[in-house]
């Protein structure tokens, strides 16, 4: 065994000790002997216990360990740290910038697993409230994280988004008459993107195809026929379709829909459509109603338009408020007014429910029971001093173990509407997680579930339930289901809206801001809610006040 390998194995264990608060002199030990041990002239391999033991720097204590460490490639010590503590927690200690007390806190104060919730964390502001950690840390950590995300070659829609509209906005620059237009995976609105693909449609597509190989707007460029694929800095991998003009609306329709999907509409066109002048005219050609680019995954929506029963999806301007929100009650960085005022007066909406965290998320400073009561009077004299806008009280009630609500009845009754969320203890088997859900949903207090699954898209999957008896209760309960905006989140999965609305259950587009910009995620959630097949009269926050009003009463009646 090499050198660095055995050093790598020594430090280890030396930052699992810290992490676990181990006696200091020893973990200063042990971090100087792997020091050493990197850095001798020598192979430790194949000395003797008289030769290690002179090595300076190096006790008996060390020499044992690098012993064991030589004859069987692992320390018991080791092995047990590394079996009392999680995988993620491990995995944390990668970041730059943060060591084994950083992580410590993040662990065992903030309740942090691995990587995927501390992004979220970081995102949420939630760890500048730690102790040790400022803005620049949080924001440091975010980007480290970003970093390795992105090294695995696939990236939430938000963060492709922007560099997205950057490049297109090159590409028009350089050819101001062609049709330019995304396809795949993005302009499906995919919450998950391996693949930016643009199609350019050029009168030459000669000058068009070369002007692009010279324009250095990509890295690593390769070509192949008329496509030319390269990356951006981040990683993110491009693929630009150059054709003739008279071919771009095929080369669209071709280049957006996925393989199943476009296979299914070409089997019903019996026509040509090569210069077809628009993609609606490919779509008639197979006698069936214009798709809309969200729609395309499968042929999931192909009976429907072959009906000529697709629906008027829904759009960000339909949302007339905004539910499940947090402020500087719980973990947001904004006061409920200024929530409200950014909402009326930047969004133009009529509405704002603001759910802070209950009193089982004492991470997250979560209202125990005087707080909601005094959280209640200052919505109460807001609603008084705010014109023509309403602040409804409502909670994100976390659901316990046993699927309880963490609060009494005489305390739930009190909020407009709840919000009922899983946030700890995520590790369940699916009929457990399922059955933790059903008995929240049946819980007559419960207006809302929260993001079902707890999925943080690229780093958690979340907790296995049984989505069509989750669906189900929801229905015979008349619960709503929260498609969550957060882009790391998206959950409800927009793979069971369709069910959900056909079993006549209402969604809800929640963006859990905790701060003003966060509630620009509604954009996220309305895209995802689209893919699903949403629309406006079957959406909880598409409701004028008047009406959430009537639901909010009818429900808690």
């Known amino acids: 065994m090499e050198n660095k390998p055995i050093a790598r194995k020594l430090r280890l264990l030396s930052q699992l000790m810290e992490l676990h608060d181990v006696n200091p002199f020893k973990i200063k030990s042990i971090a100087n002997a792997a020091l050493k041990v990197d850095k001798l002239p020598f192979p430790i391999a194949g000395k003797s216990l008289e030769e290690l033991e002179k090595i300076d720097g190096i006790g008996k204590s060390i020499v044992a360990k690098v012993t064991e460490l030589l004859q069987t490639g692992t320390m018991a010590e080791l092995d047990e740290m590394l079996s009392q503590t999680p995988a993620g927690v491990i995995e944390m200690m990668g ?24 992004y979220y964390a970081c995102n949420e502001n939630r760890l500048v409230e730690a102790k040790g950690f400022g803005l620049k840390t949080q924001d440091d950590i975010r980007k480290a994280i970003e970093f390795t ?38 302009r499906r609105c995919c919450e998950i993107i391996n693949q930016l693909v643009i199609v350019l449609g050029s009168r030459d597509q000669e000058i068009a195809f070369n002007s692009l190989l010279n324009s250095e707007i990509l890295t690593s460029v390769e070509t192949n026929t008329d496509h030319i694929t390269g990356k951006f800095e981040n990683g993110l991998k491009v693929d ?38 628009s993609e609606e005219l490919i779509y008639e ?25 697709l629906p008027k999806l829904i759009s960000y301007y339909d949302l007339k408020g905004t539910l499940h929100n947090h402020s500087t009650w719980s973990d947001g960085i904004n006061t409920v007014e200024e929530m409200a005022l950014y909402c009326r007066d930047e969004l133009k909406l009529e509405y704002l429910g603001m759910c802070d965290h209950s ?36 909670i994100e009630s976390d659901i316990l173990y046993d699927g309880g609500l963490d609060y009494p009845d005489e305390i739930l009754k009190r909020f407009d509407f709840v919000v009922a969320s899983v946030h700890s203890i995520l590790k369940m088997d699916e009929e457990k997680a399922t059955s933790r859900l059903i008995k929240a949903i049946e819980n007559p207090y419960t ?24 669906i189900d209760a929801c229905a015979a309960n008349n619960v709503v289901i929260e498609i969550n905006a957060n882009p790391l989140r998206l959950d409800l999965d927009w793979r069971w809206h369709q069910y959900a ?31 699903g097949g949403l629309y406006k009269e079957r959406c909880l926050n598409a409701l004028s006040l008047q009406e959430i009003k009537e639901v909010f009463d009818k429900k808690r009646g």
């Open 359 to 394: 009193k089982s998320a004492f991470y997250a400073k979560g209202l125990s029971i005087e707080r909601v009561l005094q959280q209640q009077e200052e919505i109460d004299h807001l609603n008084k001093k705010l014109n023509g806008f309403h602040i409804f009280k409502g």
């Open 149 to 186: 995300m992105a090294s695995h070659g696939k990236f939430l829609y938000a963060q492709v988004e922007p560099e997205a509209k950057r490049l297109m906005d090159l590409i028009k620059a350089i050819f101001p008459d062609a049709l330019v237009q995304y396809a795949g995976e993005f």
């Open 95 to 118: 970041i730059k910038g943060i060591g084994p007390k950083k992580v410590a806190i993040i662990w065992r104060d903030l309740e942090i697993e691995n990587l995927g919730e501390l």
């Open 240 to 277: 630009i379709v150059c054709v003739e003009k008279r071919y771009f609306y095929k080369e669209i329709f071709l280049q957006t829909g996925d393989d199943e999907h476009v296979k299914a509409i070409l089997d019903k066109i019996t026509d040509e459509i090569d210069q077809s002048t």
């Open 285 to 309: 050609k197979a006698g069936v109603a214009f798709m809309q680019p969200e729609l395309r995954e499968g042929i999931a929506y192909i009976d429907k338009a072959f009906k000529n029963a």
């Open 447 to 470: 207006t809302i579930l929260g993001h079902p699954t707890g999925r943080l898209l690229l780093s958690r999957n979340g907790y296995p339930i049984d989505y069509k008896k989750v």
């Open 501 to 531: 609305l056909d079993k006549g259950v209402w969604l809800s587009i929640n963006p859990d801001a905790h701060r003003r910009e966060g509630f620009l995620d509604m954009h996220y959630g309305v895209l995802v809610a689209r893919k």
